[in-house]
Protein backbone atom coordinates (compact mmCIF):
# COMPACT_ATOMS: atom_id res chain seq x y z
CA UNK A 1 0.00 0.00 0.00
CA UNK A 2 1.21 3.58 -0.76
CA UNK A 3 2.79 5.90 1.61
CA UNK A 4 0.39 8.66 3.40
CA UNK A 5 2.88 11.00 1.21
CA UNK A 6 2.08 9.36 -1.86
CA UNK A 7 -1.33 9.17 -1.64
CA UNK A 8 -3.04 11.76 -3.93
CA UNK A 9 -6.02 14.50 -2.69
CA UNK A 10 -8.75 12.42 -4.01
CA UNK A 11 -7.20 9.24 -2.54
CA UNK A 12 -7.11 10.98 0.75
CA UNK A 13 -10.79 12.67 0.42
CA UNK A 14 -12.07 8.86 0.43
CA UNK A 15 -10.29 8.12 3.73
CA UNK A 16 -11.63 8.27 7.65
CA UNK A 17 -8.50 9.24 9.22
CA UNK A 18 -8.54 12.16 6.93
CA UNK A 19 -12.04 13.27 7.07
CA UNK A 20 -12.02 13.52 10.80
CA UNK A 21 -9.12 15.59 10.93
CA UNK A 22 -10.40 18.10 9.06
CA UNK A 23 -13.27 18.11 10.61
CA UNK A 24 -11.91 19.05 13.63
CA UNK A 25 -8.81 21.24 12.83
CA UNK A 26 -11.54 23.52 10.49
CA UNK A 27 -14.56 23.46 12.71
CA UNK A 28 -15.61 27.25 10.31
CA UNK A 29 -15.30 24.48 7.07
CA UNK A 30 -18.40 23.19 5.15
CA UNK A 31 -18.96 18.71 6.38
CA UNK A 32 -19.79 17.37 3.09
CA UNK A 33 -20.57 13.53 1.50
CA UNK A 34 -20.52 12.74 -1.61
CA UNK A 35 -22.23 9.39 -2.62
CA UNK A 36 -23.37 8.19 -6.13
CA UNK A 37 -21.83 6.57 -9.24
CA UNK A 38 -19.55 7.78 -12.09
CA UNK A 39 -20.66 11.11 -12.12
CA UNK A 40 -18.82 12.09 -9.21
CA UNK A 41 -15.98 9.62 -9.57
CA UNK A 42 -15.29 9.47 -13.77
CA UNK A 43 -11.48 8.15 -13.66
CA UNK A 44 -10.36 9.14 -17.01
CA UNK A 45 -10.40 12.98 -16.01
CA UNK A 46 -11.71 15.16 -13.63
CA UNK A 47 -15.49 14.70 -12.18
CA UNK A 48 -18.00 16.43 -11.00
CA UNK A 49 -16.56 16.15 -7.20
CA UNK A 50 -13.20 16.78 -8.66
CA UNK A 51 -13.79 20.25 -10.02
CA UNK A 52 -16.08 20.89 -7.25
CA UNK A 53 -13.55 20.61 -4.40
CA UNK A 54 -11.12 22.72 -6.82
CA UNK A 55 -13.45 25.58 -6.55
CA UNK A 56 -13.95 25.42 -2.83
CA UNK A 57 -10.01 25.83 -2.54
CA UNK A 58 -10.36 22.14 -1.23
CA UNK A 59 -11.77 24.29 2.10
CA UNK A 60 -14.53 21.75 2.54
CA UNK A 61 -14.06 18.34 4.78
CA UNK A 62 -15.20 16.11 2.12
CA UNK A 63 -15.52 12.29 2.37
CA UNK A 64 -15.83 10.52 -1.14
CA UNK A 65 -18.34 7.39 -1.23
CA UNK A 66 -18.96 7.14 -4.99
CA UNK A 67 -18.01 4.33 -6.98
CA UNK A 68 -18.37 3.95 -10.96
CA UNK A 69 -21.12 1.77 -11.98
CA UNK A 70 -23.35 2.14 -9.10
CA UNK A 71 -27.24 2.40 -9.33
CA UNK A 72 -29.26 4.75 -7.00
CA UNK A 73 -30.76 1.05 -5.92
CA UNK A 74 -28.32 -0.43 -5.11
CA UNK A 75 -26.54 2.31 -2.89
CA UNK A 76 -30.34 2.85 -1.22
CA UNK A 77 -30.92 -0.91 -0.64
CA UNK A 78 -27.99 -2.15 0.88
CA UNK A 79 -24.87 -1.85 2.93
CA UNK A 80 -23.87 1.53 1.81
CA UNK A 81 -27.05 2.81 2.64
CA UNK A 82 -26.08 1.57 6.14
CA UNK A 83 -22.60 2.89 6.02
CA UNK A 84 -23.84 6.26 5.23
CA UNK A 85 -26.40 6.55 7.88
CA UNK A 86 -23.34 6.07 10.52
CA UNK A 87 -21.75 9.06 8.88
CA UNK A 88 -24.71 11.19 9.35
CA UNK A 89 -25.06 10.50 12.85
CA UNK A 90 -21.56 10.57 13.84
CA UNK A 91 -20.52 13.70 11.88
CA UNK A 92 -21.99 17.04 12.11
CA UNK A 93 -22.41 16.98 7.87
CA UNK A 94 -23.79 19.66 6.19
CA UNK A 95 -24.67 18.67 2.99
CA UNK A 96 -25.05 15.45 1.32
CA UNK A 97 -24.53 15.48 -2.57
CA UNK A 98 -25.79 12.27 -4.22
CA UNK A 99 -25.91 10.98 -7.94
CA UNK A 100 -28.04 8.14 -8.26
CA UNK A 101 -30.16 6.79 -10.96
CA UNK A 102 -28.54 7.10 -14.44
CA UNK A 103 -27.35 3.29 -14.55
CA UNK A 104 -31.07 2.47 -13.13
CA UNK A 105 -32.82 4.11 -15.96
CA UNK A 106 -30.57 4.47 -19.45
CA UNK A 107 -27.50 2.47 -17.93
CA UNK A 108 -27.02 -0.83 -17.79
CA UNK A 109 -30.29 -1.70 -17.04
CA UNK A 110 -31.94 0.08 -19.79
CA UNK A 111 -33.11 -3.19 -21.79
CA UNK A 112 -36.11 -4.71 -19.58
CA UNK A 113 -37.72 -1.16 -19.96
CA UNK A 114 -37.84 -1.66 -24.17
CA UNK A 115 -40.16 -3.83 -26.00
CA UNK A 116 -39.15 -5.32 -29.32
CA UNK A 117 -40.22 -2.61 -32.33
CA UNK A 118 -42.65 -4.43 -34.49
CA UNK A 119 -43.54 -3.14 -37.84
CA UNK A 120 -45.96 0.15 -37.34
CA UNK A 121 -44.55 0.90 -33.97
CA UNK A 122 -43.63 3.99 -32.76
CA UNK A 123 -40.81 4.78 -30.33
CA UNK A 124 -43.15 5.32 -27.43
CA UNK A 125 -44.49 2.15 -28.63
CA UNK A 126 -41.05 0.67 -27.86
CA UNK A 127 -41.38 1.80 -24.11
CA UNK A 128 -42.11 -0.70 -21.66
CA UNK A 129 -44.30 0.90 -19.67
CA UNK A 130 -45.31 -2.00 -17.12
CA UNK A 131 -41.57 -2.26 -16.31
CA UNK A 132 -40.94 1.36 -16.47
CA UNK A 133 -43.59 2.33 -14.26
CA UNK A 134 -42.30 -0.44 -12.20
CA UNK A 135 -38.59 0.55 -12.24
CA UNK A 136 -39.58 4.91 -11.89
CA UNK A 137 -41.82 3.88 -8.51
CA UNK A 138 -38.65 1.63 -6.93
CA UNK A 139 -36.41 4.97 -7.59
CA UNK A 140 -39.01 7.40 -6.11
CA UNK A 141 -39.38 5.12 -2.77
CA UNK A 142 -34.90 4.66 -2.79
CA UNK A 143 -34.76 8.70 -2.67
CA UNK A 144 -37.64 8.46 -0.10
CA UNK A 145 -35.51 6.23 1.67
CA UNK A 146 -32.64 8.82 1.47
CA UNK A 147 -34.76 11.34 2.62
CA UNK A 148 -35.98 9.68 5.77
CA UNK A 149 -32.35 8.15 6.01
CA UNK A 150 -31.33 11.86 6.20
CA UNK A 151 -34.49 12.99 8.01
CA UNK A 152 -33.80 10.42 11.21
CA UNK A 153 -29.63 10.72 11.16
CA UNK A 154 -29.26 14.38 10.44
CA UNK A 155 -31.76 16.61 9.66
CA UNK A 156 -30.40 19.67 9.09
CA UNK A 157 -28.08 18.42 6.57
CA UNK A 158 -29.42 19.18 2.92
CA UNK A 159 -29.45 16.57 0.01
CA UNK A 160 -27.92 18.03 -3.29
CA UNK A 161 -29.34 15.51 -6.34
CA UNK A 162 -28.97 16.44 -10.14
CA UNK A 163 -31.29 14.64 -12.82
CA UNK A 164 -28.07 13.97 -15.34
CA UNK A 165 -28.59 15.71 -19.09
CA UNK A 166 -29.76 14.29 -22.20
CA UNK A 167 -27.48 11.29 -22.84
CA UNK A 168 -26.58 10.56 -26.98
CA UNK A 169 -27.00 6.89 -27.71
CA UNK A 170 -23.89 7.18 -29.98
CA UNK A 171 -22.26 3.83 -29.52
CA UNK A 172 -19.18 5.35 -27.96
CA UNK A 173 -17.87 3.93 -25.18
CA UNK A 174 -14.47 4.68 -22.91
CA UNK A 175 -11.21 3.70 -22.50
CA UNK A 176 -10.24 2.84 -18.97
CA UNK A 177 -6.01 2.38 -18.94
CA UNK A 178 -6.89 0.15 -22.07
CA UNK A 179 -10.21 -1.41 -20.84
CA UNK A 180 -12.98 -0.72 -23.16
CA UNK A 181 -16.24 0.01 -21.01
CA UNK A 182 -19.49 0.87 -22.54
CA UNK A 183 -21.40 1.55 -25.17
CA UNK A 184 -24.67 1.69 -22.91
CA UNK A 185 -27.22 2.30 -24.68
CA UNK A 186 -27.13 1.96 -28.64
CA UNK A 187 -26.38 -1.48 -28.26
CA UNK A 188 -29.28 -2.47 -26.20
CA UNK A 189 -31.83 -0.49 -28.13
CA UNK A 190 -30.30 -2.32 -31.50
CA UNK A 191 -30.96 -5.93 -29.76
CA UNK A 192 -34.79 -4.67 -29.73
CA UNK A 193 -34.64 -3.79 -32.89
CA UNK A 194 -34.89 0.37 -32.23
CA UNK A 195 -32.08 1.03 -34.97
CA UNK A 196 -33.46 4.52 -36.10
CA UNK A 197 -30.98 7.05 -34.18
CA UNK A 198 -34.16 9.61 -33.48
CA UNK A 199 -35.88 6.87 -32.15
CA UNK A 200 -33.64 6.08 -29.77
CA UNK A 201 -32.49 9.69 -28.84
CA UNK A 202 -36.34 10.26 -28.45
CA UNK A 203 -36.68 7.31 -25.85
CA UNK A 204 -33.85 8.24 -23.93
CA UNK A 205 -34.86 11.86 -23.72
CA UNK A 206 -38.52 10.25 -22.65
CA UNK A 207 -36.65 8.22 -20.02
CA UNK A 208 -34.55 10.71 -18.34
CA UNK A 209 -37.11 13.54 -18.43
CA UNK A 210 -39.11 11.10 -16.50
CA UNK A 211 -36.58 10.75 -13.91
CA UNK A 212 -36.43 14.72 -14.21
CA UNK A 213 -39.98 14.98 -13.56
CA UNK A 214 -39.74 12.51 -10.10
CA UNK A 215 -36.88 13.95 -9.01
CA UNK A 216 -38.71 18.03 -9.35
CA UNK A 217 -41.73 16.23 -7.42
CA UNK A 218 -39.62 15.26 -4.41
CA UNK A 219 -38.13 18.76 -4.50
CA UNK A 220 -41.02 19.68 -2.55
CA UNK A 221 -39.79 18.10 0.68
CA UNK A 222 -37.69 20.06 2.58
CA UNK A 223 -33.96 19.97 2.48
CA UNK A 224 -33.57 18.21 -0.89
CA UNK A 225 -32.34 20.72 -3.28
CA UNK A 226 -32.25 19.50 -7.58
CA UNK A 227 -29.43 20.71 -9.27
CA UNK A 228 -30.40 22.12 -12.81
CA UNK A 229 -27.93 19.94 -14.71
CA UNK A 230 -30.45 19.15 -17.60
CA UNK A 231 -29.72 21.13 -20.45
CA UNK A 232 -25.74 21.81 -19.48
CA UNK A 233 -24.03 20.23 -22.47
CA UNK A 234 -23.17 20.47 -25.83
CA UNK A 235 -23.50 17.52 -27.85
CA UNK A 236 -19.72 18.05 -27.90
CA UNK A 237 -19.45 17.70 -24.58
CA UNK A 238 -19.82 13.70 -23.85
CA UNK A 239 -17.02 12.15 -23.30
CA UNK A 240 -19.05 9.03 -24.65
CA UNK A 241 -22.58 7.54 -24.18
CA UNK A 242 -23.26 8.72 -20.58
CA UNK A 243 -19.97 10.77 -19.54
CA UNK A 244 -19.14 14.27 -19.72
CA UNK A 245 -15.90 15.45 -21.56
CA UNK A 246 -13.35 17.13 -18.59
CA UNK A 247 -15.38 20.38 -19.77
CA UNK A 248 -18.56 19.15 -19.27
CA UNK A 249 -17.90 17.93 -15.66
CA UNK A 250 -16.64 21.25 -15.26
CA UNK A 251 -19.88 23.00 -16.41
CA UNK A 252 -22.21 20.04 -14.19
CA UNK A 253 -19.88 20.99 -11.19
CA UNK A 254 -20.65 24.83 -11.64
CA UNK A 255 -24.18 24.25 -11.54
CA UNK A 256 -23.29 22.46 -8.02
CA UNK A 257 -21.32 25.28 -6.99
CA UNK A 258 -23.93 27.71 -7.41
CA UNK A 259 -26.66 25.53 -5.83
CA UNK A 260 -23.91 25.28 -3.02
CA UNK A 261 -23.43 28.81 -2.54
CA UNK A 262 -27.02 29.72 -0.68
CA UNK A 263 -25.73 27.42 1.60
CA UNK A 264 -22.22 28.23 1.92
CA UNK A 265 -21.81 31.66 0.49
CA UNK A 266 -18.18 32.30 1.85
CA UNK A 267 -16.83 28.66 0.42
CA UNK A 268 -18.29 28.88 -3.16
Known sequence: MASDTNLTWGQKRKLLKYFEPSIKAHPQWPVMISEGDS??????????????????????????????GDTALRIIGGKQKIKLAKYLERYRVNALLF????????????????????????????????TTNARFERLRSAYLDLIHLRNENRPSCRIYVNGYDWAIPSGKGASMWGIK??????????????????????????????????????AQQPGFILVPTVGTLAANEWNDEIHPTRKGFEKIAEKFRAALKTQFPQTF
Open 99 to 130: SGGGNDVVGVDLLPLLKQKLPGMTWRDCINQE
Open 181 to 218: VGPWMKPNLEKKGITDPADQQSIIRELLQRFQTMLQAL
Open 39 to 68: WFSFPIHKNTIDYLDDMAGRQISLLRLEAG
